[in-house]
């Protein structure tokens, strides 16, 4: 029973630690701040639904834990979205973010956006750090879970950018053939990490996958979509969007994306470790 106890208190103790470390930039970033205050509750509730659906696959394939039923699967995902909770109010408390006089709204709200990188770094803390590999029982294709965790990662490294000015100021004077660079070297940098680099072996890894959609080039290019989604979605959720033409649009979702583009491809590389470890 003591070492149960044990085992779990430090479960959660590298859940809560991984959770904190990825979601310190955003603790950090006063327009987090700003449009949490701003957006409309229920723009936050679907970016916290997007998020925990983005939890709850990244669990299923390399989670807590590598046996559980879908029910359990669940408490895992809620868990971490809890501690994500727990330690972005606590967060914001030291820092002075929530105070006695902070309205309601105002608190939810910056809880709420902390909340998503905080629960997601729980899960990758809790399966990568752990010394536990993937889940070798995984039931979703090999395949689409990387483009799931690619999306996770994609949310996760572009969250830190879409609350600023930035994205906007490099869209606005962005020329075609800058766009055009910019897409070209995120695909190339993107391949050359995930297919070529071999980080951990993860190159011989996904040379065994059947599916099309673990292939180098088609897997590139998916995982490249789905971070121009991702982008998208949280230029719009941001509202930056708004009143902005089709150029301008497109143009900061390609550097937007190429943010996403590069987590995407972390995670991905999280996930072949991972799956290469249960297999062994």
Known sequence: MNETLSQSLRDYSRAAGGGLIIGMPLLYTMEVWFHAFLLPWWKLLLLLAIAFVLVVG???????????TFVELLLDSLVALGLG???????????????????????AGKVALETIPVSFGASVASSQLGGKG?????????????LLVGGGGALL???????????????????????????AATLFATYVLVHY???????????????ILEAPIPETLTGYVVSLLVALLLLWSFEWSEGAGFSAILAMTVYLGSIGAVGAAVARLLLGGGQEAGAK
């Open 58 to 68: 990244y669990n299923a394939v390399a989670g807590f834990r590598r046996e559980r």
């Open 85 to 107: 909770i727990v330690i972005s109010l606590v967060a914001l408390i030291v820092l002075g973010q929530i105070e006695p006089g902070t309205s309601l709204r105002d608190a």
């Open 134 to 146: 993937g889940s070798a029982g995984s039931r979703i294709p090999r395949g689409f879970a990387r």
């Open 157 to 183: 490294f572009a969250l830190n950018i879409a609350p600023t000015e930035e994205v906007i100021m490099l869209g606005v004077g962005a020329s075609p053939l800058q766009l055009l660079g910019v897409v």
């Open 197 to 211: 680099a071999d980080f951990g072996g993860s190159g011989r890894n996904r040379a065994r996958g059947q599916s």
